[in-house]
Nanobody, 125 residues
């Protein structure tokens, strides 16, 4: 599976961005999908995840109510709508996938096998 993240950019505080993750090489309709981010000098952290069938979503507390993850299995796409962006949201965002597993482990980055190259999000105050 190859994952290509896009949609990053530079916005002001309070702005919005929509990240996209295109999967190719193999169907991801049976894959859980996640978004993670890494800010300079910090460890990679979980942002949001969605189960293979879209029935379950999970968000980091820091983005709840502002970010929405969704997927379109017919198009092999996963999206992350980010609203009310804050400077602390600035990071490189990565999409990742794994074969479907227990939803209790959606937030665990080590459980994901395939990773995209990342897309930069910059938020200015």
């Amino acid at each position: 599976v190859q994952l290509q993240a896009s949609g990053g950019g530079s916005v002001q505080t309070g702005g919005s961005l929509r990240l996209s993750c295109a999967a190719s090489g193999r169907t991801v309709s049976s894959h859980d999908m996640g978004w993670f981010r890494r800010a300079p000098g910090k460890e990679r952290e979980f942002v949001a995840a969605i189960s293979w069938n879209g029935a379950t979503t999970n968000y980091a507390d820091s983005v709840k109510g502002r970010f929405t993850i969704s997927r379109d299995n017919a198009k092999s796409m996963v999206y992350l709508q980010m609203n009310s962006l804050k400077p602390e949201d600035a990071a490189v965002y990565y999409c990742a996938s794994r074969t479907k597993q227990s939803i209790s482990t959606l937030i665990m980055s080590d459980s994901y096998i395939y990773w995209g190259q990342g897309t930069q999000v910059t938020v200015s105050s």
